[in-house]
């Protein structure tokens, strides 16, 4: 991975951590990461199809408020827990970076994973509630199929042995419950990941207020069909360039509020 490169994913994994907070999935706890090719220090050691060290970008602790974080903020992690290329810098890791390297190691094909602590599809994990694919086809795409459920442990994923729980349960999906404590997602790039934490959190409140007035319809598979194969093929959300042109144009939206699209 050179240079350029990875000062464009670290710059798109803050972006998305400012998102997250500005949809209200988060405000200091929840991370954002992506995988990368490390060929800094250490790279003659690493076993990587490039040459380089198998790796993720990753915010570090102590937490910085999300709507904070910035492309130097950014730490390297090999999947083993090791901080790569931190040049004397008082950092340390987040304590659930299991979630993220077990991720990895596990699904070649993942690219970036979210985790977060966020209400509604929280909520929905605790009462077994599926939810719908009610609007919007590509943002529906983020709950085509039912987020997985992780239930083995109801801590904070701190060990490998926990990372690697999870990450067994995610084959084929995009979207896990960590019952009684939080959300992860995978996607193929950073952008699709983020576009589907928010745009979940966004169908579970959805679903949650309208079964309270009536019969919500979801919209049919079918529907959703150009969107998932836009998915499959790794193209980026179009509602990921409006989502952060319209963050980082509004300085003054950076509080904390309910998801919306
Ligand atoms: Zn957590």
Known sequence: ?????????????????????????????????ARISWTGERAGEGDGASGGVDAFVIKPWPHI??????????????????????????????????????IYRAHPGVGAVIHTHQK???????????????LDPELSAAVAHEPVVFDE?????????????????????????LQNHGMVFTGPNVETATVDAIATEHLAEMTWRARLIGSPEAL?????????????????????????????ANPESLRPRSADI
Not at 8 to 29: C, D, K, Q
Not at 76 to 99: C, Q, Y
Request: net charge neutral; hydrophobic share 40%.
């Open 1 to 33: 991975m050179d240079e350029q490169a990875l000062a464009e994913l670290r710059e798109t994994v803050a972006i998305s951590h400012r998102l997250l907070y500005r949809t209200g999935l988060g405000t200091t706890r929840g991370h954002t990461s």
């Open 65 to 102: 408020q999300m709507h904070r974080v910035r492309a130097d903020d950014l730490i390297v992690m090999d999947f083993d827990g090791n901080i790569l290329g931190a040049e004397g810098r008082r950092i340390t890791k987040v304590s659930e970076w299991p979630i993220h390297a077990e």
């Open 120 to 134: 509604w599809a929280t909520m929905m994990g605790f009462a077994g509630a599926t939810i719908l694919p009610l």
């Open 153 to 177: 442990d109801k801590a904070l994923i701190r060990s490998v042995e926990q990372g690697k729980a999870v990450a067994g349960r995610m084959h084929g999906a995009n979207a896990c419950h």
């Open 220 to 248: 049919p598979s079918l529907a959703l069909r150009p969107a998932l194969d836009r998915r499959a093929r790794g193209e980026i959300p179009e509602s990921w360039l409006h989502y952060w042109k319209w963050v980082d």
